[in-house]
T-cell receptor
């Protein structure tokens, strides 16, 4: 079992560039979420999904798009990168059972 | 919208001292979860509390859920250097699938 796989692990973008952060899980979880982590700000929810074809906005959705065409994959798209999007991004999956969310190892993104 | 507040933001302790972090929600929670993130790592699920007034223990860690289901705490007895990391609480929003995290408490332990 791979769990939650995020790619890439590191990325440097120039302001204005676009890119997609990939996230895949092999645990058949219905819920998937994207968080960003900045110093002193904890984990802030960007977008989340409760199943294939269903997505919704979290606390800080501006500048990001998501889609969920399959149960396994939940990519996060940065439309036009800005320095304020420099952060560590975590993808997580789970359900409302007793085992909580499983997190990927993160993507460290720097926008210059 | 729902907010989850956590204090303190940082805690520095001497090895062997106790540690407590507190979590408060602006709304009643159906349950609360706790996670630990080691430096440079990703959050790892520790436990979930569901019932009002519930207390659960994992070795030296004691988790409590408040009677009103709006607050929770994590207490570590006799800290060790392996306890170093950031501890997060998280609560489910009213909408299914929306898990909101507190800001976390970063624990450092001096040997």
């Amino acid at each position: 079992n791979a769990g939650v796989t995020q790619t890439p692990k590191f990325q440097v973008l120039k302001t204005g560039q676009s890119m997609t952060l990939q996230c895949a899980q092999d645990m058949n979880h219905e819920y998937m979420s994207w968080y960003r982590q900045d110093p002193g700000m904890g984990l802030r929810l960007i977008h989340y999904s409760v199943g294939a074809g269903i997505t919704d906005q979290g606390e800080v959705p501006n500048g990001y798009n998501v889609s969920r065409s399959t149960t396994e994959d939940f990519p996060l798209r940065l439309l036009s990168a800005a320095p304020s999007q420099t952060s560590v991004y975590f993808c997580a999956s789970g359900d409302r059972g007793t085992y909580g969310y499983t997190f990927g190892s993160g993507t460290r993104l720097t926008v210059v | 919208g729902q907010q989850v507040m956590q204090i303190p933001q940082y805690q520095h302790v001497q090895e062997g001292e106790d540690f407590t972090t507190y979590c408060n929600s602006s709304t009643t929670l159906s349950n609360i979860q706790w996670y630990k993130q080691r430096p440079g790592g990703h959050p790892v699920f520790l436990i979930q509390l569901v019932k009002s007034g519930e207390v659960k223990k994992q070795k030296r860690l004691t988790f409590q859920f408040g009677e009103a289901k709006k607050n929770s705490s994590l207490h570590i007895t006799a800290t060790q250097t392996t306890d170093v990391g950031t501890y997060f609480c998280a609560g489910w929003g009213n909408q299914g699938g929306k898990l909101i995290f507190g800001q976390g408490t970063e624990l450092s332990v001096k040997p």
